[in-house]
């Protein structure tokens, strides 16, 4: 697989809304995100495929950490697909899950606070 | 009411999941907060106290910007606070809310992908 480079001007988009209030439209389709990430077992597989930086993870090597079944992991891996913050291929017996940087990147800046937090 | 600075060497808890994927308590932990920021009107309603900086806002001056009604902002509200992601003080007639920075900085920084994406 080839890793996808996005081009990142197009976050220019989403200011830290220490900086300026989401307008809602932006609030709508940031939220849908924010939604995907707000469950213990996905953000943990989102971590895990993530923690992979560009490389893509085969299921096989995703299941084994978790106490819940192999359905309820693939239902997880597409909400997370569904959200637009993963992309999958199936090869043969296995799927394989990369994370969509550019994705996450509007998520992150969003929740920025580093112009309220002092460095001291 | 005074800025209340937290201490933010505390953080050093959550490097960016490109770089380590999550324990199972802090994924618990965390998705609380991605949680309460899943709705379009909390995530408004949260920029739009993050935009006065480090400052409170009146409850009456977030109310007009949305169709929903006075209660469903207060609940709103109530899952934005009970998350910790914001605090509030009542004086007088209104309550008054402000921004919890130390609780967004480890969110902001777990979706970091800085590492990921080239700056070119």
């Known amino acids: 697989m080839e890793l996808e480079l996005t081009d990142v001007s197009a976050l220019a988009c989403c200011p830290p809304m220490v900086d300026e209030a989401l307008t809602e439209a932006a609030a709508v389709d940031l939220a849908r995100g924010f939604k995907a990430l707000g469950d213990p077992v996905r953000l943990?597989?989102?971590?895990?495929?993530?923690?992979?930086?560009?490389?893509?993870?085969?299921?096989?090597?995703?299941?084994?950490?978790?106490?819940?079944?192999?359905?309820?992991?693939?239902?997880?891996?597409?909400?997370?697909?569904?959200?637009?913050?993963?992309d999958c291929e199936r090869r043969g017996t296995w799927v394989y899950y990369w994370v969509i940087p550019s994705a996450l990147a509007p998520l992150s800046q969003l929740l920025d606070t580093s112009a309220l937090t002092p460095t001291a």
Chains 1, 2 share one sequence.
């Open 44 to 86: 943990r597989l989102l971590s895990m495929i993530a923690a992979r930086g560009g490389n893509e993870v085969c299921v096989c090597d995703l299941t084994d950490a978790f106490a819940v079944k192999g359905p309820t992991i693939s239902h997880h891996l597409r909400v997370l697909r569904e959200a637009g913050l993963i």
